[in-house]
């Protein structure tokens, strides 16, 4: 699958390595908007990993490049000091497909730390990968990636659940960066 990424920091970085491991063609792109659109017309697949205050230049740069595709928000709306931005009754990843109504957004990866996203794995311990989207096919598709990449993939219901799963992260990086666990840590689901 021809996949493209916008963000080439942590995130970026380790789903690069990750998805390139699984035979993906990938590319991933910094904040020039030429090639934000370019590389989104070139894939089936987008992954959204820079900073959500880089949202309103992304989908600019994105336009149409992003009708029918699955775009991946694994992106966490963060205050400076480490609080949650937005939430209740909304959440990042219901305004992105409100701006790009023509996309598939499917919500990923953002509950767990960049370090384990190219495995799933922290530790030796299998980590939830929690998906969730209104697209039944995209959300399909997402689901076998994850799985893929080596996480215990969940489809974890509508993009609505994006409102828990961004709260969620916030609990992870808190516990990891605030309570002094490190970044060596993530959710498991048992079942
Ligand atoms: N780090 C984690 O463990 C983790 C886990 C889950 C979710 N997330 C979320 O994933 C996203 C990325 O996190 P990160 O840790 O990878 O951040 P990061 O290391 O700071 O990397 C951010 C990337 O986004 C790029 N960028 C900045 N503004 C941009 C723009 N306007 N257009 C396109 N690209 C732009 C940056 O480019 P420059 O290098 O040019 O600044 C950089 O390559 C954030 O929303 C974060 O909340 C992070």
Do not use: W
Request: with cysteine.
């Amino acid at each position: 699958m021809h996949i493209a990424i916008i963000g080439k920091g942590n995130v970026g970085s380790a789903l690069q390595a990750g998805l390139s491991r699984l035979g993906h063609q990938v590319q991933a792109v910094g904040r020039d908007p030429q090639q934000i659109h370019q590389a989104a017309l070139a894939s089936e697949l987008l992954i959204l990993a820079m900073p959500f205050s880089a949202m309103d230049d992304v989908i600019t740069a994105l336009g149409v490049a992003a009708d029918s595709k699955i775009v991946i928000d694994a992106t966490n709306l963060l205050t400076e000091s480490l609080h949650l931005a937005d939430g209740f009754d909304t959440s990042g990843a219901e305004q992105l497909q409100a701006r790009l109504p023509a996309a598939r957004v499917i919500k990923a990866f953002n509950t767990c730390f960049a370090s384990t996203m190219s495995s799933g794995h922290v530790k030796g311990e299998q980590l939830v990968g929690l998906v969730a989207g209104d697209h039944a096919p995209a959300k399909h598709i997402v689901l076998e990636i994850v799985d893929a990449l080596g996480f215990d993939a969940v489809d974890a219901g509508p993009l609505l659940m994006a409102r828990y799963l961004e709260p969620m992260a916030l609990l992870n990086i808190r516990l990891g960066y605030v309570q002094g666990l490190g970044p060596d840590i993530g959710f498991r689901l048992v079942r």
